[in-house]
Nanobody, 117 residues
């Protein structure tokens, strides 16, 4: 069983930055993909970013490209979402996930990001 713990959310002014961290624990092996989705108020959950532990995938949605970056410390099964130039429309609950072909997909509990002056 895989557990994911997110941290780093909070309140920030427009134009500010936050870094989200997602740490995975449990019996994790092989190549994994970790990433983020977000869900704003009254909206559907949308893809934000993903990264593969071997570096073969590093993908960002068009809405965050140029402002967000995703990275991973594979030895720690931890990924980081650096969010710069934040906009009010980035306000959402951000959910981390991990996928592995054997373990399947696991989700974190979510962390709130609020961008407001």
């Amino acid at each position: 069983q895989v557990q994911l713990v997110e941290s780093g959310g909070g309140l920030v002014q427009p134009g500010g930055s936050l870094r989200l961290t997602c740490a995975a624990s449990g019996r994790i092996f092989g190549i994994i993909v970790m990433g983020w989705y977000r869900q704003g108020p009254g909206e559907e959950r949308e893809f934000v970013a993903r990264i593969r532990s071997d570096g073969a995938i590093n993908e960002l949605s068009d809405s965050v490209k140029g402002r967000f970056t995703i990275s991973m410390d594979s030895a720690k099964n931890t990924n980081y979402l650096q969010m710069n130039s934040l906009k009010p429309e980035d306000t959402a609950v951000y959910y981390c996930y991990l996928f592995n072909a054997v373990l399947g997909q696991s989700w974190g509990q979510g962390t709130q990001v609020t961008v407001s002056s």
